[in-house]
């Protein structure tokens, strides 16, 4: 076989990947539809007792933030949870403790597991492709052992990397496992980067503050979250 034609292939197969990869992002697509649907109260991410559920936390007020948006979480209906957390987060492995002890209920059916950060604060961006690299590495062999079947996230960078694994068994056909955004309370006007990414990646987007929604259409706006 000759080298035009092997790079023929190549760019056939890449062009392909890249049609599938644009049909099934939530932005675009099918999902699109579904997240319309959503938006509308036609459609639903639907819960069943035997369903994990996946936290991504990350840390300082973003996990405060996700603590109380826990709080309204059916425990019952996720009787497994999973909370993947930075490697040198020692806050959010205190905050897991409590609210999963909320109500006087102590439920051992979770798990929590660490992952390196994407990025650490300050961190040169010469360096954190590498980084980033690690934290794939690990998020995906955790998703291959725990098989969550819904991410709930609201940043920072871990949540996009876990965002990237949950959606490639979505490309290859196996599995669709539903992504949940919570964009920050502090954002009122413009979305933080990781909610740039996560919007055209995430089945559900939901931001705390009505102008967001005329600037990003497809976000949902729900006040009083945390």
Known sequence: MSL?????????L???LLLRIYFVLPAFGRDSKYASK????????RASADMTLCVVLGSGGHTAEMMRLLQGVEFDRYMQRLYVVGDSDALS??????VERRGNTYNEEYFVE??????E???PWLTAPLSVARCLV???SIFLDYRPDVVLCNGPGNCVVACVVALVPRILGLKRIPIIYVESFARVRTLSLSGKILYLLADRFIVQWPGLVSTYPRAEYIPHLV
């Open 138 to 140: 690990r998020t995906a």
């Open 4 to 12: 035009l034609s092997c790079i023929g292939i190549a760019a056939c």
């Open 114 to 119: 660490r992952v390196p950060r994407s990025r």
């Open 14 to 16: 890449t062009a392909l």
């Open 121 to 123: 604060v300050g961190q």
């Open 38 to 45: 959503r938006r509308k109260g036609k459609a639903t991410v």
């Open 93 to 98: 492995l205190d905050q897991i403790g409590i």
